[in-house]
T-cell receptor, first 111, second 112 residues
């Protein structure tokens, strides 16, 4: 089955700096890669996703890149703000069934 | 449009007791999932369903059973609770044009 590895497990950045979280996946058949943000005590919320026919996708301060050959994808947050502090999860899915999650990155934005 | 809802929000069980967690979605999604979330381990899939009347095992199915008698509901059962099942349980559904996955608010379960 699919295996998703996520790094780093914790990340501290100064407000206004950029943050990058990286994930690798094992199943070359995976074609859908969502990213979730989870605030303390809340449910995971989808913030951006990318499909295998696209190399990069942006939404305001958030971008995701995908390298299918190397089987890795990354989340980039620019101009970080204190409200970006949360745990971020990457995930990978093949088709319309199971979604496999990484173990999460705790991002702390220091004011 | 409530999205995905879960009941109860919190529960404390004694070892050996049983309970059922209910997940409901009003988005007409075909796919539904039960995850557990433990510190440092991300979200692990317990069981899932690809449609009404179907269920399948996920990554950590032991000690749990599920049923999907109606498309909008997905039930997770613990027949004999164990302390190792102390966790936060999230239900999710997936479907629609974009096939995005949406989570319920979670159930915090403690087994003593």
């Amino acid at each position: 089955g699919e295996n998703v590895e996520q790094h780093p497990s914790t990340l501290s950045v100064q407000e206004g700096d950029s943050a990058v979280i990286k994930c690798t996946y094992s199943d070359s058949a995976s074609n859908y890669f969502p990213w979730y943000k989870q605030e303390l005590g809340k449910r995971p919320q989808l913030i951006i996703d990318i499909r295998s026919n696209v190399g990069e996708k942006k939404d305001q301060r958030i971008a995701v890149t995908l390298n299918k050959t190397a089987k890795h994808f990354s989340l980039h947050i620019t101009e970080t703000q204190p409200e970006d502090s949360a745990v971020y999860f990457c995930a990978a899915s093949e088709g319309y069934q199971k979604v496999t999650f990484g173990t999460g990155t705790k991002l702390q934005v220091i004011p | 449009n409530a999205g995905v809802t879960q009941t109860p929000k919190f529960r404390v069980l004694k070892t050996g007791q049983s309970m059922t967690l209910l997940c409901a979605q009003d988005m007409n999604h075909e796919y539904m999932y039960w995850y557990r979330q433990d510190p440092g381990m991300g979200l692990r899939l317990i069981h899932y369903s690809v449609g009404e009347g179907t269920t399948a095992k996920g990554e950590v199915p032991d000690g749990y059973n599920v049923s999907r008698l109606k498309k909008q509901n997905f039930l997770l059962g613990l027949e004999s609770a164990a302390p190792s099942q102390t966790s936060v349980y999230f239900c999710a559904s997936r479907g629609g044009v974009e096939n995005e996955q949406y989570f319920g608010p979670g159930t915090r379960l403690t087994v003593t």
